[in-house]
């Protein structure tokens, strides 16, 4: 996968996002200039809680609505990969990872909140240092990766499925 593909994300992950942004910037990002606003008019600064509060939320609404603008700029929205076996965004991998066997997604962990049917999977980015090691393997493939830590992680792929939502 090159650097600037983006993550994948089911359409309903991107739909409720983008809900979401949309009341960020919009509605929730004036409220917040409100408040601020409202405390300035209370006078002094130094010591107005109500101020200070809003700004921090003010900072925080900004970073998520940064963060959501980069991520849905930059998605690979919705149709789940070929059912060839290699292993990209969208599969449903299974492995054995350093002598247990995991099953998760390989997508953006925006997607896990969109699972259905009480289905609690995993979700591993394909830029993680796992993602990266796999991606591209098929089933059958064993490989060793350096994980964070420093250590040598052997994983052998097991099975890689289309995610259905």
Known sequence: ??????????????????????HLSGPY?????????????????????????????????EGRINQLTQLLENAQV????A????IEAGMVV????????????????EVAEDLTGGEDIEVFSERSPMGQAISGRRVGDELTYKAPNGKDIKVKILDAKPFHN
């Open 83 to 86: 059912d060839d076996g290699v």
């Open 94 to 109: 299974t492995a054995d990872i350093a002598g247990d066997e995991m099953t998760f997604l390989m997508g953006s962990r």
């Open 29 to 61: 990002r004036q409220e917040i200039v409100d408040r601020i606003e409202q405390a300035r008019s209370e006078g002094d600064l130094k010591e107005n809680g109500g101020y200070h509060a809003a700004r921090e939320e003010q900072g925080k609404n």
């Open 1 to 22: 996968m090159s650097t600037n593909e983006g993550a994948w994300l089911t359409q309903e992950a991107y739909d409720r996002l983008k809900k979401e942004l949309d």
């Open 78 to 81: 919705g149709e789940a990969p």
